[in-house]
C-alpha cells in the first residue's frame, strides 16, 4: 500500500513540527503516512512515490538546510529527465521570513525543480512567514484545509473518507522517541569519584545534548570548552543603537587553539532558579541521575546514551525552559493530560485554528516562556517529564541570531 510520504529539512525545529502536523493531520483523515528528514530519504526512489509533501525552511540568506544539501545537490543533476517525476504528485510548505531578502527561498526553488522534473503540484506551495503576527501558521492552516480537498480529489485513495472526515474522537499525541530510566545516585557518585568536576560535567553535557528527539544535531551541540565570563564592558553609549561590548573569558577547562579573526559562538547557561523551578512542577529530584537513549538505538549513539547525567544538568543544557515559548502543539499536549473538562477545552481551543489569534495574545505577545505557561496552569494538568522532553524547544545556538564574537588580542 502507498503512503502519502512527508519529507523535512528543519534547521530550528520549525520544519519539524509543521511535517508532524502533517502528519496527524492525515492519520486523523484514516490516511496511511510516512514521516522522514530529507537526510533519511534516498532521492532515487522519488520516483516511485505517488504523493509527497515537502517541508523545508529556509535559512540566513537564502540557505539550504544541513539536511537537505544531499538531496538538493541529487535533484539538480542534469541527467534527471524532465518527465523524471511524470506521476508523481508533490506539494511544498516553505517557513522563511519576509524580513530577509531571499524570503522562502528554498521552498520556491524546490517547487520550481520538481516541476520541471515532470511532478505535478497538489496545490499552490505555502509559505509560511515568521513576521506574521501568528507566525507561519497564518498560512499553514488555511494551506492544509486546501491540501485535503485536493489531495482527496487527484489522489482518493488516500482519503476514503473524504477531506473533512476526521475521527473526532482520536487523540493522537506524538509518542516520545526516548526512553528516560532513574538510577540510584548513590551507586552512580563512585563511577565519577575519580573524574574531575569539569571533565564529568562535559561528559554529562555531551549525553544530554547527544538525544535530540527528530532534529539532526551538528558538531557544535557539544562545547568545545567551558569559560568563564571574567570582564564585560560597553563599547557603546546607551543611545548608540546598538550594543556593542568587550568580552573577556577565562578558560576553566582545557584551552582553545584560536588565531586573529576567528569567530567564538557561546551558549550561556540557564538560570538555575528556572531549571529547579521546572524541575519541582515535575515532581522530581534534580540532583537525580537519568538516562536517556533513543526508542531506536544505532550503534552511533548507543554508547554515549548510556552515559548517567545528572537531571539538572539535563534540563539546562537540553530543554529551553527560560527563554523561548511553547509552540501550539505543545497546549494540546498538555490537553491530553488535564484531568477537568473546562481545562482540557480551553487548551484544546488554543491548539485549533480557530483559537490561532487568541493564543497568539496569549503566547507570543506576552512572550510567556515554557516555564512561565507550565507553571500557570492548575496543579491538577500533569505532564509527565518524559513528554516535556518530548515537546521543550531544544537549548542550542539559533543559526538565525548573531551569536558570534569575534577573536582579537
Request: proline share 5%; net charge negative; glycine share 6%.
Amino acid at each position: 500500500m502507498h503512503k502519502l510520504l512527508i519529507l523535512y529539512a528543519t534547521q530550528t525545529g520549525n520544519a519539524l513540527d509543521v511535517a508532524e502536523r502533517l502528519s496527524r493531520e492525515a492519520e486523523r483523515r484514516a490516511c496511511p503516512v510516512g514521516l522522514l528528514s530529507l537526510d533519511q530519504y534516498d532521492p532515487s526512489l522519488l520516483p516511485q512515490e505517488q504523493a509527497v509533501i515537502f517541508v523545508v525552511s529556509t535559512t540566513g540568506q537564502g540557505d539550504t538546510p544541513d539536511s537537505m544539501k544531499v538531496f538538493w545537490r541529487y535533484l539538480l543533476q542534469r541527467n534527471l529527465g524532465r518527465h523524471w517525476l511524470k506521476g508523481v504528485s508533490y506539494a511544498v510548505f516553505g517557513l522563511g521570513d519576509s524580513g530577509y531578502q531571499k524570503y522562502n527561498f528554498v521552498a520556491k526553488k524546490l517547487d520550481k525543480r520538481l516541476m520541471d522534473l515532470g511532478g505535478t503540484a497538489i496545490v499552490e506551495r505555502g509559505l509560511g512567514d515568521d513576521q506574521h503576527p501568528s507566525g507561519y501558521e497564518a498560512s499553514l492552516d488555511p494551506w492544509m484545509s486546501s491540501l485535503w480537498r485536493m489531495l482527496n480529489m487527484i489522489k482518493p485513495q488516500f482519503l476514503p473518507n473524504g477531506p473533512d472526515a476526521v475521527i473526532q474522537d482520536a487523540v493522537l499525541i506524538d509518542q516520545p522517541k526516548v526512553q528516560i530510566t532513574y538510577h540510584n545516585s548513590e551507586n552512580l557518585e563512585s563511577r565519577f569519584s575519580s573524574t574531575s568536576d569539569l571533565t564529568c560535567l562535559s561528559i554529562q553535557i555531551g549525553s544530554a545534548r547527544s538525544v535530540h528527539p527528530g532534529k539532526a544535531l551538528s558538531d557544535r551541540s557539544t562545547p568545545g570548552c567551558f569559560l568563564k565570563m571574567v570582564n564585560n564592558l560597553p563599547l557603546t553609549r546607551s543611545n548608540f543603537g546598538k550594543d556593542v561590548r568587550h568580552f573577556e573569558f577565562e578558560f576553566v577547562s582545557h584551552a582553545l587553539q584560536y588565531e586573529i579573526g576567528d569567530v567564538l559562538e557561546i551558549l550561556p547557561g540557564q538560570d538555575s532558579a528556572a531549571v529547579d523551578a521546572f524541575i519541582q512542577r515535575c515532581n522530581l529530584d534534580p540532583d537525580s541521575f537519568i538516562t536517556v537513549s533513543p526508542r531506536e538505538m544505532d550503534d552511533h549513539n548507543a554508547h554515549d546514551s548510556r552515559i548517567p547525567v545528572k537531571l539538572r544538568t539535563f534540563v539546562e543544557f537540553s530543554m529551553d525552559v527560560a527563554s523561548a515559548s511553547p509552540r501550539r502543539y505543545f497546549f494540546e499536549v498538555m490537553s491530553f493530560f488535564a484531568t477537568a473538562e473546562h481545562e482540557r477545552e480551553r487548551l484544546k481551543y488554543f491548539a485549533s485554528p480557530e483559537g490561532r489569534d487568541d493564543l497568539y495574545q496569549y503566547n507570543q505577545k506576552e512572550r510567556r516562556t515554557v516555564l512561565e505557561v507550565s507553571l500557570f496552569q492548575p496543579g491538577s494538568i500533569k505532564v509527565c517529564f518524559l513528554h516535556h522532553h518530548h515537546h521543550f524547544p531544544s537549548y542550542l545556538l539559533d543559526p538565525e541570531q548573531d551569536v558570534r564574537l569575534f577573536v582579537d588580542l
